[in-house]
């Protein structure tokens, strides 16, 4: 009630959210939605199917919050009101408990996810992946179809806690690397090159065992108890290397680890540690900048960056990924309207939200047809997995690239070397 009672109507927020912007309704606006929730926890209000759809339509992306003067904190707000939901929603229970299942016995256990990734790793490898698209059999699939356009092109092998990074030579510092759930399995490929920027900027890095999926997805569907057991494992393992800096190259996954210190306020036993781990919680684009290191780096070509929701509106990062960029030769950095609204990835909002989804890749789209960059750059996975179907969606040539691998090609590029530092 403290929460939400702080928002005083004013408004400000309202454009800025993009489920807002694509109805123009102003219950699927942020105001509209504390509103409503307001009027539910004061009794006036039941939690009906047409309530539940409001709530559920919210991306989670914080960009209201993020422009709110009064400071209401949407992004807990939000989280708890889903909890509510997931307990007594409106909308059948079935469908939350088998996501809720899901999330739990496969997103929040590696091997469980690892074995269910096997075939999306295969078919995502599949030769004749560009035919299967084009014969339209994707559209008698329904959600499963659609979902077809968010995986990744070639995903190379996992990266798992525990495997080997790359090393400097004669490190200035030493850091430890989040590698996540999904982000393991079909990012791999960035974790090496973060490995690799953070070596060639002097940084040891090494991603410990232990560590386990950071509890995002599970907070944002209202299962806050078990967002809190993966953070404890997650200070556990952080905590038998202290003082290190934990750094991500996953913007959702950053934001939530930064937040373990309110996720687990009320826990007397880990409270306090939470503060400390969430302090030490660092972007890969915060950390780099911080160095000021001036690593020779070349890409020429026009380049956008796409902010994550997670990055610019819960983290506030928005220069450091452009001062990277910026810092490369040749690298014509340009701004696109709209560069930090959602595009309508969110996590599993593309599965369960399809056509609000496809909606604000539509918009993505357009802004890249405009700009006409040779690269689209961001710096989450889910980010980067719907801004390469917008840019198909475009029509474009264009690479859609972590900014870890753009930074990994322009040193080498710089230097002409190979991945493994052979010239
Ligand atoms: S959430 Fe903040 S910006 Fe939005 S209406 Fe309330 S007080 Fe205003
Ligand atoms: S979190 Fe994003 S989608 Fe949800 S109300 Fe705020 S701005 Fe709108």
Known sequence: MEALSRCVH???????????????????????????ARAVSEGRLAITPAVQAHWDLCLQCRACEAVCPSSVPYGQIIEKVRAQTATRGATGRWRPRMRR??????????????????PVRLYARFPLRGLVRRTGVLRLLGRLGQAEAQLPSRPGPPFRPGQALSAPADPRGEALLFTGCVMAELFGEVHRATGRVLARNGIAARAPRGQVCC??????????????RLARRNIEAFEREPGLPVVLNSAGCGAAMKEYGALLADDPRFAE???????????????????????????HGTVTFQDPCHLAHAQRITAQPRQLLRGIEGCDLRETPGADSCCG????????????????????????RDAAPDAVVTANPGCQLQLQAAAREA?????????????DEAYRRADG???????
């Open 10 to 36: 004013c408004g400000l927020c309202v454009t800025s959210c993009p489920t807002y912007m694509v109805t123009g309704l102003e219950t699927e606006s942020p105001r509209g939605r504390i509103y409503l």
């Open 101 to 118: 299942l899901l999330l739990r016995h496969v997103v929040g256990r590696q091997r469980s996810l690892a074995v269910a990734l096997a």
């Open 215 to 228: 509890g995002a997805l599970h907070a944002h569907d209202g299962d806050l108890e078990f967002a809190r």
């Open 273 to 299: 540690r939470a503060r400390r781990l969430a302090a030490r919680v660092t972007d890969l684009t915060e950390l780099l900048a911080s160095l000021g290191s001036e690593v020779p780096a070349r890409f």
């Open 345 to 368: 990835a969110a996590g599993i909002y593309g599965l369960v939200q399809p056509a609000m989804s496809a909606a604000l890749r539509s918009r993505k789209a357009q802004a890249l």
């Open 395 to 407: 029509g474009l040539g264009a690479r859609v690239l972590h900014i870890a691998e753009l930074l």
């Open 417 to 423: 070397t190979d991945r493994a530092g052979q010239r």
